[in-house]
């Protein structure tokens, strides 16, 4: 009787708990709310200025991690994002800053980084730092990336994250965009953010 | 990296260590203090050892990184965590250091303990145990929370912990070296069953993941690889890892069970009145 009772008990509290994670319908990404520590970081952008979280506050940050040498995945994430960001009423546009952090700085030169960002819009930043930092930077978001051995002209593969982390004006985590998402999800989710926000 | 860069921990964890610290310690204590003829041999004592230090081993070394970032390396390390970690810790016959540790309480700390009996009994129920260990797997490996539990840096150091502990309370039910003839403990009929019996769902999830034709764990995919490496292949080989060695574990637990329990017929036969010398290790409990 008493391990009938117990049974029951058990599976009443793993039902409990797989219903409680089954509630992100509203967005087209994957809700990360309370599952990701805020937005913190320091790195440097192209002009070798010190970049924080602060320097963005206020706006809907877009965090992904790339290099420029990409031959597809970085290049396609972000000008979808662009695409999605130009979707948005104007005024909302600069509402939202994305955040490329490149993760092979023995390549992505300053100079190299800078032209890279200036071809997927204005709001773009690019920013990159010592391995140890970004190391830190990718565990504090559960995610890594590791190189490949360089072939005879010395270009090597790079593996990354290939999703895009949304932050909130405050710097809370949001969303996990996946790569499988279109321009107009993506756009749709954004401009979800900055109605709830406002 | 430098190898001691490889023993270091990824993500230090002040409360692995520290629990660790204090089972090796206190299972050195006890095994000092207690006397002679308690004392396990050194083949239990090392099994014991190893079983801990495998444990720790995927938790605060370089291999929990990889298992962060790797499907079939953190199917691994659930491997050790659930599997051949507590299988060893349990095979080693622990018991005479608890009994040890028990002695040494007073009643007023023992009174502490007694919800925490409850709770043991309550979780080794012959139904519950099984149903608890496979679902626990189940729960873990359901895409939505294995997303969530790689995303989510407490949720993950939830998913490992109960994973070792379940792992130690189910093996311990299997191997309890108390004679189930003369003790309450779980008769081998039924210890070998829930063995097959469990064997049969991850054997089932095991095959799904390894012949499933899409990604089911995208996480992998989506916060990237410790190497580029195909997601199919570490898809595969996680799906491999989930399926064979547990079943494996299974068939190996219940042949251990089957040598006990005809070795436990065999002295019975013999003469009732001699303690039967029921361990794997033929030492007295």
């Known amino acids: ?198 | 990296m430098s190898g001691v860069d490889y023993l270091l921990p990824y993500d230090f964890s002040p409360v692995t260590v520290v629990s660790f610290l204090l089972a090796l310690g206190l299972y050195g204590v006890a095994l000092l203090r207690m006397p002679e003829h308690e004392r396990p041999g050194p083949g239990r004592v090392v099994t014991f050892v190893i079983g801990v230090l495998l444990c720790y081993g995927v938790m605060q070394t370089r291999f929990d990184y990889y298992s962060q970032y790797m499907f079939f390396v953190h199917r691994g390390q659930h491997l050790v965590l659930h599997h051949l970690g507590p299988f060893l810790i349990a095979l080693s016959n622990p018991l005479p250091v608890l009994r040890f540790w028990h002695r040494a309480l007073g009643l007023s700390q023992r009174a502490w303990l007694r919800p925490v009996a409850w709770l043991y009994r309550g979780l080794q129920q012959p139904i519950i145990a099984p149903v608890l260990f496979v679902g626990l797997i189940y729960f873990w490996l359901w895409p939505a929370v294995h997303f969530d539990a790689m995303l989510s840096r407490d949720l993950y150091w939830l998913m490992n912990w109960s994973m070792l502990l379940d792992g130690l309370l189910f093996w311990w039910l299997m191997f309890d070296p108390r004679s189930p003839s003369a003790t309450a403990t779980l008769g081998y009929g039924k210890r070998m069953l829930i063995l097959a019996l469990v064997a049969l769902p991850q054997m089932v999830l095991g095959a799904w993941i390894v012949f499933s034709r899409e990604m089911v764990y995208d996480v992998y995919e989506v916060c990237g690889r410790a190497w580029p490496m195909a997601p199919e292949t570490d898809q595969l080989l996680g799906g491999l890892l989930t399926w064979i060695p547990p079943a494996m574990m299974s068939i190996l637990g219940i042949l251990i069970l089957l040598r006990r329990a005809m070795h436990a017929e065999n002295t019975d036969h013999r003469d009732r009145n001699i303690p039967t010398g029921q361990s794997l290790a033929g030492d007295k409990v």
């Open chain 1, 1 to 198: 009787m008493m391990t009938r009772r117990a049974f029951w008990l058990c599976l009443a509290s793993v039902l409990l708990i797989s219903g409680c994670t089954g509630g992100d319908t509203d967005w087209h990404g994957k809700d990360i709310s309370g599952l990701m520590p805020k937005l913190k970081f320091q790195l440097s952008n192209p002009e070798g200025q010190t970049v924080t979280a602060a320097d963005s506050e206020g706006t809907i940050r877009l965090l992904y991690f790339g290099f420029t040498s990409c031959p597809d995945v970085c290049p396609t994430t972000l000008a979808k994002l662009e695409q999605a960001i130009r979707q948005l009423p104007e005024d909302e546009q600069e509402d939202i800053t994305t955040l490329f952090v490149s993760v092979d700085p023995a390549r992505d030169t300053p100079e190299r980084l800078a032209s890279y960002v200036a071809f997927f819009g204005k709001n773009v930043v690019g920013l990159t730092g010592d391995e140890a930092v970004l190391r830190q930077l990718a565990k504090r978001y559960r995610t890594t990336f590791g190189y490949d051995e360089p072939d005879a002209q010395g270009n090597y593969n790079v593996s990354h994250s290939s999703a895009v982390y949304v932050f909130d004006q405050a710097g809370e985590p949001r969303l996990l965009l996946r790569p499988d998402l279109s321009a107009r999800q993506v756009g749709e989710d954004l401009e979800q953010l900055v109605q709830t926000q406002n």
